[in-house]
Nanobody, 115 residues
């Protein structure tokens, strides 16, 4: 499985950024997917998930600010991040949900929120 996340960068607090992730090597449309994030020195934390039929779920910390979506024709998921906060600074990864044992993480994409 290959997971190629992109779209990160530096954004000011209160601003917006849109992340993308292209997935290959598995039956994408059959799998629930999610975004996770990892702050320096921390473990991977759940951010948002989306079922194979498009039902979303969010961590409380991002509810109302982030929107997850998917395009099965492009084997891609997206994360629209609005009203970002400094605590959203992290490297963001896409992966299956729930995680498979031994799942690889890909390179992720770094989002840095400045005040």
């Amino acid at each position: 499985v290959q997971l190629q996340a992109s779209g990160g960068g530096m954004v000011q607090a209160g601003g917006s950024v849109r992340l993308s992730c292209v997935v290959s090597g598995m039956h994408f449309r059959l799998n629930n997917m999610a975004w996770y994030r990892q702050a320096p020195g921390m473990q991977h934390d759940f951010v948002a998930s989306i079922t194979s039929v498009g039902d979303p779920d969010y961590a409380d910390s991002v509810k109302g600010r982030f929107t997850i979506s998917r395009d099965n024709a492009k084997s891609s998921i997206y994360l629209q991040m609005n009203n970002v906060k400094r605590e959203d600074t992290a490297k963001y990864y896409c992966n299956v949900f729930p995680l498979w044992e031994g799942a690889n993480w890909g390179q992720g994409t770094l989002v840095t929120v400045s005040s």
